[in-house]
């Protein structure tokens, strides 16, 4: 089985190296480690981790409740790591729904706990990568990863599957709700889901999958494309 691999943002080096260690000692894959907003969204898009240890205070514009928002948007789960033990502060935090929270200074006992914890929502299994959908007079399991895009019509999805197109009697949020944490799909426009694993090459207005089909942009989703592809 795949090692859950674990990121983590913080800019207390010392501290960092020790979590990292501790997670590597835990029997999990750590990923680089991040020290800001922009190197934590280089991570998440490079190295798809599957669980961020996520600092809340930051050097920088940006700090980890903005990772947060962001993690949120590509569905990657994260724990908070932080000195602060407010009320108002942890009200906040808790707004961007993390999986855990860690008070420093903490123990390898606690670290460990918290992950374990947030680990049983996110390890990887056959199921999540995969959704049971109407053929014929029953259901058959198909990997996402042979989906290539979701269209809205209405009050149904239609799903391009290879050569198949099936429809459900979802609309498009719907559907994007019942997706697995992990997945690779991606909105750019208001009436499609892309699987990025399908895209060969796009510009402002359009792109193109592998299926030779062209998907419209929508003008509010470009710059999400881009992030959710790591370009620059």
Avoid: W
């Avoid at 514009?61 to 009320?87: C, M, V, W, Y």
């Avoid at 996402?144 to 949020?173: C, D, P, S, T």
């Amino acid at each position: 089985m795949q090692r859950l691999r674990i990121a983590i943002v913080e800019d207390e080096m010392i501290i960092a190296e020790d979590i990292y260690d501790f997670i590597l000692e835990f029997g999990y894959e750590p990923c680089e480690i991040a020290s800001s907003y922009e190197e934590a969204m280089q991570i998440a898009s490079e190295q798809k981790p599957d669980l961020f240890l996520l600092d809340i205070s930051l050097k920088g514009n940006k700090n980890g409740i903005d990772i947060a928002n962001a993690l949120q948007e590509l569905r990657i789960p994260f724990i908070f790591i932080t000195s602060h033990a407010d009320t108002s502060f942890i009200t906040s935090a808790k707004e961007t729904r993390p999986y855990g929270y860690l008070i420093k200074p903490f123990t390898k006992n606690d670290l460990f706990a918290a992950i374990e914890m947030a680990a049983s929502h996110v390890k990887h299994h056959p199921l999540t990568s995969s959704l049971f959908l109407p053929m014929g007079r029953g259901k058959q399991r198909v990997a996402l990863k042979e989906i290539i895009f979701v269209k809205a019509n209405g009050n149904y999805v239609e799903l391009q599957i290879q050569a198949k197109r099936i429809a459900l009697r979802k609309n498009l949020k719907e559907f994007e709700a019942k997706l697995p944490l992990s997945h690779t799909f991606v909105r750019v426009h208001k009436s499609y889901l892309v699987n990025r694993r399908h895209i060969v090459s796009f510009n402002q207005m359009e792109l193109n999958l592998s299926n030779h089909t062209k998907i419209p942009i929508g003008r509010t989703f470009y710059n999400d494309l881009r992030y959710a592809l790591g370009v620059a």
